[in-house]
């Protein structure tokens, strides 16, 4: 439908509009002009009709700018906390410097939802990294994260609270958590978002990549609450804590029954002697050209001779050779390193999308048309099977190793 309108009252029918709509656009039915699809917004009817009856119809006001009457009754933003071993993930501290960033100059707050066998520091660490308030949950059925008592919990307590909107990390913990919470209270869910923005009326742009990395999708949820958002690690950037910071501490008491849960922990194998791909400062990246006992024993000396954590492209991972959990790239983990390597990567958009925010990308692959030479800082054409074992004495002998 056009967005140009005649106002039937003024209309005389004079045909005037009709003779000049350069796209054949306007007919005259039952003495009153029409307009129709093909009307291009042109304006020339508007600017020749003697009796003032055409006009452009006034503009809708953008939805970041309407009223949103059930939005102004919701309180903050939250962050939910993700403990790894009884310390918070850094992934946390990201959220919660992203959310204080978010909240700058409106009318609400930062709190972050704490759910624990033990509380510890944990809270005060909370506050000095940007939470306003801290809403904790303690039992000692939380020690291990579970879906269904956490699901409960944080439906419980948005009843509450009324948050405004929710961030969990893209984590394997966020990313089971926040889908059984979404759906649990009926509201939307962006997965995987790289920006975010909150407008003064209290609507949350989740800006997410779509079709494979090629365009970004900007995500409103105007309709429902709380606005909830999955935010990709290493995206976004924690601001430095201040230990003087005030803030309240909330405790929720609510009933854990171990009985009613579904689910028992037997065993927590904790990973050990290795760096995990996100939190590492140097990481080296194994793909599809690597993709064979002595590649993949190429690529992990490298990265034991660089104190790195090794990670891999999603083809060896869908290929059975290389745990998910260093998975790198969109449906992976995202990365940040000092440094990253790449061996043998050619550089799916997929993949350019986990390693992007890294400060140094150095690949090395035997095609110099790779995708991955035009995102690098340095480019190494060579056959990595010749290159690797030269790179790997080198750099121990730098070490100082025999």
Not at 285 to 303: E, M
Not at 329 to 337: D, E, F, N
Request: contains cysteine; hydrophobic residues 40%; negative net charge.
């Amino acid at each position: 439908m056009s967005d140009i309108q005649v106002i039937a009252e003024k209309c005389i029918a004079c045909g005037i509009c009709e003779s000049c709509c350069p796209q054949n656009a306007i007919t005259i039915e039952d003495d009153v002009a029409k307009i129709g699809e093909a009307c291009n917004l042109c304006g020339a009817c508007i600017e020749e009709c003697p009796q003032g009856a055409i006009e452009k119809k006034a503009a809708k006001a953008d939805i970041t700018e309407r009223e949103i009457p059930h939005l102004k009754q919701c309180k903050d933003v939250w962050v939910f906390t993700e403990l790894r071993d009884g310390k918070i993930a850094s992934c946390t501290f990201e959220l919660l410097g992203e959310a204080r960033r978010l909240v700058e100059g409106k009318c609400h707050q930062v709190a972050a939802v704490l759910f624990t066998d033990r509380q510890g520091g944990h809270a005060d660490a909370l506050i000095a990294a940007g939470a306003d308030t801290v809403y904790v949950v303690e039992d000692p059925a939380l020690k291990y994260f579970r879906d269904q008592p956490y699901t409960s919990l944080m439906c419980e307590l948005i009843r509450e609270e009324k948050p405004l909107a929710i961030l969990f990390s893209a984590t394997a913990l966020g990313r089971s958590l926040a889908p059984c919470v979404a759906a649990r209270v009926h509201t939307g869910l962006s997965a995987d978002c790289t920006s975010l923005e909150l407008c003064d009326n209290g609507i949350l742009i989740q800006t997410r990549p779509a079709f494979g990395g090629n365009l970004f999708a900007r995500i409103l949820c105007p309709h429902t609450w709380p606005q909830m958002a999955t935010v990709r690690a290493k995206v976004m950037k924690p601001i430095a804590p201040d230990p003087s910071r005030q803030g309240r501490v909330v405790e929720k008491h609510y009933p854990v029954e171990e009985s009613k849960i579904g689910t028992k922990v037997l065993e927590y194998i904790q990973q050990v002697n290795e760096a995990a791909v996100d939190e590492a400062e140097v990481v080296v990246g194994a793909g599809y050209g690597a993709a064979d006992p002595k590649g993949l024993a190429l690529v992990s000396d490298l990265a034991q001779s660089f104190s790195a954590a090794m990670g891999a492209s999603r083809k060896l991972i869908d290929a059975g050779l290389v745990n998910y959990e260093r998975q790198i790239g969109q449906t992976g983990k995202t990365v940040a390193p000092r440094l990253y390597i790449a061996c043998g990567i050619s550089g799916a958009v997929q993949h350019l999308v986990g390693i992007g925010s890294s400060k140094t990308i150095v690949a090395i692959d035997c095609d110099q048309n790779a995708p991955i030479f035009q995102e690098a800082d340095i480019g190494i054409v060579a056959d990595l099977y010749e290159f690797l074992p030269k790179l790997i004495a080198a750099k121990r002998a730098e070490n100082g190793e025999a």
